[in-house]
């Protein structure tokens, strides 16, 4: 096969490239594009295989016997081509230049005397034969992959509206949390070892509770009103403890103002009003 | 032939609707079907009647696209979604009585309340009526005003008064809404203090 | 005529599976199968067999389930959607067919990825589990941070361990993801590698 780039006329004057110090006047063959398109081609190759690939197939070279001297002047060519272009060239294009090379001259040699006729492992041109057939089969690998249709890209993916119920789902609570609350209070603060807590001041308090809330929207409120004319007797004797706890902790005031009146309590914060 | 029968196995009201547009503009109408479904079904927002006319390089009246929707939206009568035609456009969702069973797939799981709300509101409930600052002794740290708003904004908690002391501390007190949240009838159905006491391994010589 | 043929062969499994289900437990399949629908429709991610056990408190059988999906999906034949079974599971998705249209909706596309992108996924996709010093070894170059973060952003490759020698470095992987993108079930059914003689036969005389 002829040198194939050779003849082409040249659309610019000046050289394109230096070629081991030669001006070339010409583009290579294949290289029919406008100069300013020139870096973007010389950027899309992968590498020195997908360059070498590409001049195999372009010229349509023997992988299995490839023609090293044309190969390695025609790979040089593109170097200088890339480096006029001011393109940032991988030191592996560097590399695979000395590879070629060194494959070249190690054919201009005379062969080492064969031992046992095993002379294709000993071709200086195997393992990047190797190399390049490998490459080639994972660039089309990645060719065919890519148009395999992608989500996003040729086809959209179905998504149909889900609306979550909008009630806030506030947490639950469950007696056994409320325990669990109290046993790490009681482990941390110790409480019970200094409370003697007793059964029944739940319902004191509770009943206190009660009592305040009765009494949180009233001035005064007659004793009596406070206990509950069906509450069993307990019940009755909590309230009425409670009460007095109340009055202890100054929560309120019971008063009477004529003895066997009525008995009124009242809130301490009614009374800061009232003060006011 | 073929055409015939696969617009034939389409619905009848498909039929009407060609009918009036095959006067206009000869479109293909199943195909535009199609690719409105597609379109609404893969787009996140509703798509507007000016959108789905971008769809269709033959101009198309909006009453004729709106018809199409209608002929879609029956399509889905039966279905998991439904077509919806909302403010800003058209859209499909999946039907919100499907909802509970949708749940199933993502378990949300149940929100649970820091400790700092469960120490709080088990310190109300034990020791009520009590002040923030009764709180804060118990607790050994600052009570956060979010906690305590987050107890009252259950209506687990609320204040029953103020305490005659200097700055008139508030008081708080646990709810009926809290007893009937937590199925109870009374606060001395909570678990009995000393009873828990015994629960902790600590508390064995701590009691001596 | 064949569709014929193919929808009669449907309606007979379909009755079929109502039948053994109706003996087992008793299922609404009506509804499950638009509760499917919904939830497939809803869902961002393909839903597996075992997420669509989930949807029902009865237990049943994948077959029985896979049965209603086939359904689904033959009642969406004539759609501009399609139920297909990827990789993670099954997924609705808009008929690429359809997709020149779409586009006039959505004008801006995800870029294709450069070569140097999709010849680190393919290595790594065929070739897996590997280096980025094996991707290197074949590609000749070396392989950029940003590449494999962007095969990593995108969710299509993953480290899933590292190497026994020097440097212990980490062994890439594609992911469920990257089948699920291009709707695909498994690595087998990405297309096959060029035979490496038919690339010899490529070159003009290639002759041994």
């Given at each position: 096969m002829a040198?194939?780039?050779?003849?082409l006329?040249?659309?610019?004057?000046?050289?394109?490239?230096?070629?081991?110090?030669?001006p070339?006047?010409?583009?290579?063959?294949?290289?029919?594009?406008?100069?300013?398109?020139?870096?973007?081609?010389?950027?899309?190759?992968?590498?020195?295989?997908?360059?070498?690939?590409y001049?195999?197939?372009?010229?349509?070279?023997?992988?299995?016997?490839?023609?090293?001297?044309?190969?390695?002047?025609?790979?040089?060519?593109y170097?200088?081509?890339?480096?006029?272009?001011?393109?940032?060239?991988?030191?592996?294009?560097?590399?695979?230049?000395a590879?070629?090379?060194?494959?070249?001259?190690?054919?201009?040699?005379?062969?080492?005397p064969?031992?046992?006729?095993?002379?294709?492992?000993?071709?200086?041109?195997?393992?990047?034969?190797?190399?390049l057939?490998?490459?080639?089969?994972?660039?089309?690998?990645?060719?065919?992959?890519?148009?395999?249709?992608?989500?996003?890209?040729d086809?959209?993916l179905?998504?149909?509206?889900?609306?979550?119920?909008?009630?806030?789902?506030?947490?639950?609570?469950?007696?056994?949390?409320?325990?669990?609350?109290?046993?790490?209070?009681?482990?941390?603060?110790?409480?019970?070892a200094?409370?003697k807590?007793?059964?029944?001041?739940l319902?004191?308090?509770?009943?206190?509770?009660?009592?305040?809330?009765?009494?949180?929207?009233?001035?005064?409120v007659?004793?009596?009103?406070?206990?509950?004319?069906?509450?069993?007797?307990?019940?009755?004797?909590?309230?009425?403890?409670?009460?007095?706890?109340?009055?202890?902790?100054?929560?309120v005031?019971?008063?009477?103002?004529?003895?066997?009146?009525?008995?009124?309590?009242?809130?301490?914060?009614?009374?800061?009003?009232?003060?006011? | 032939?073929?055409?015939?029968a696969?617009?034939?196995?389409?619905?009848?009201?498909?039929t009407v609707?060609?009918?009036?547009?095959?006067?206009?503009?000869?479109?293909?109408?199943?195909?535009?079907?199609r690719?409105?479904?597609?379109?609404?079904?893969?787009?996140?927002?509703?798509?507007?009647?000016?959108e789905?006319?971008?769809?269709?390089?033959?101009?198309?009246?909006?009453?004729?696209?709106?018809?199409?929707?209608?002929?879609l939206?029956?399509?889905?009568?039966?279905?998991?979604?439904?077509?919806?035609?909302?403010?800003?456009?058209?859209?499909?969702?999946?039907?919100?009585?499907?909802?509970?069973?949708?749940?199933?797939l993502?378990?949300?799981?149940?929100?649970?309340?820091?400790?700092?709300?469960?120490?709080?509101?088990?310190?109300?409930?034990?020791?009520?009526?009590v002040?923030?600052?009764?709180?804060?002794?118990?607790?050994?740290?600052?009570?956060?005003?979010?906690?305590?708003?987050?107890?009252?904004?259950?209506?687990?908690?609320?204040?029953?008064?103020?305490?005659?002391?200097?700055?008139?501390?508030?008081?708080?007190?646990?709810?009926?809404?809290?007893?009937?949240?937590?199925?109870?009838?009374?606060?001395?159905?909570?678990?009995?203090?000393?009873?828990?006491?015994?629960?902790l391994?600590?508390?064995?010589?701590?009691?001596?």
């Open positions: 040198e194939a780039d050779q003849q006329p040249l659309l610019i004057t000046n050289p394109v490239a230096h070629v081991h110090g030669q070339m006047m010409e583009m290579p063959q294949d290289l029919y594009i406008p100069p300013d398109a020139l870096e973007v081609v010389l950027a899309t190759f992968q590498g020195p295989l997908d360059l070498l690939l001049l195999i197939r372009k010229h349509n070279l023997d992988v299995l016997d490839i023609p090293m001297a044309q190969l390695t002047q025609q790979y040089m060519g170097i200088e081509l890339m480096e006029n272009n001011r393109l940032e060239l991988a030191a592996e294009y560097l590399l695979m230049a590879v070629l090379i060194e494959i070249k001259s190690r054919m201009l040699l005379p062969r080492p064969k031992e046992n006729g095993e002379e294709s492992s000993e071709d200086p041109r195997a393992e990047l034969m190797r190399k057939l490998e490459y080639e089969q994972m660039k089309l690998a990645a060719h065919r992959m890519n148009e395999i249709p992608q989500a996003g890209r086809f959209e179905v998504q149909v509206l889900i609306e979550r119920t909008v009630i806030e789902r506030l947490p639950s609570v469950s007696v056994e949390d409320l325990r669990n609350a109290w046993l790490v209070l009681l482990t941390r603060a110790k409480v019970h200094h409370h807590v007793r059964r029944e001041e319902s004191v308090r509770e009943q206190m509770t009660k009592v305040l809330r009765q009494l949180r929207d009233h001035d005064f007659p004793f009596e009103s406070l206990f509950e004319a069906e509450a069993s007797i307990p019940m009755l004797v909590v309230t009425f403890i409670a009460i007095l706890e109340l009055a202890k902790e100054t929560l005031e019971i008063t009477q103002t004529e003895s066997l009146g009525i008995i009124y309590v009242r809130t301490s914060r009614s009374i800061t009003v009232e003060e006011e | 032939m073929t055409d015939q696969e617009s034939q196995v389409l619905a009848t009201t498909d609707s060609t009918d009036i547009v095959e006067l206009d503009h000869p479109v293909d109408t199943v195909l535009l079907k690719v409105y479904e597609a379109a609404l079904m893969s787009s996140q927002e509703p798509l507007s009647i000016t789905l006319k971008r769809l269709s390089d033959a101009p198309l009246e909006t009453a004729f696209i709106e018809t199409l929707l209608s002929e939206a029956e399509k889905y009568a039966d279905s998991g979604i439904e077509l919806n035609r909302v403010a800003s456009g058209w859209r499909f969702r999946a039907r919100p009585e499907l909802q509970d069973h949708l749940d199933k993502n378990p949300q799981k149940p929100p649970r309340y820091s400790r700092a709300v469960m120490e709080t509101l088990a310190i109300i409930a034990y020791r009520q009526p002040t923030r600052g009764d709180i804060e002794e118990i607790r050994g740290v600052n009570v956060s005003s979010q906690v305590l708003k987050t107890l009252e904004g259950r209506s687990w908690i609320e204040v029953i008064g103020t305490r005659d002391t200097p700055g008139k501390p508030e008081l708080f007190a646990t709810t009926q809404q809290l007893l009937d949240d937590l199925n109870l009838r009374t606060l001395g159905e909570l678990p009995a203090l000393e009873e828990m006491g015994s629960l391994d600590q508390s064995g010589n701590a009691e001596a």
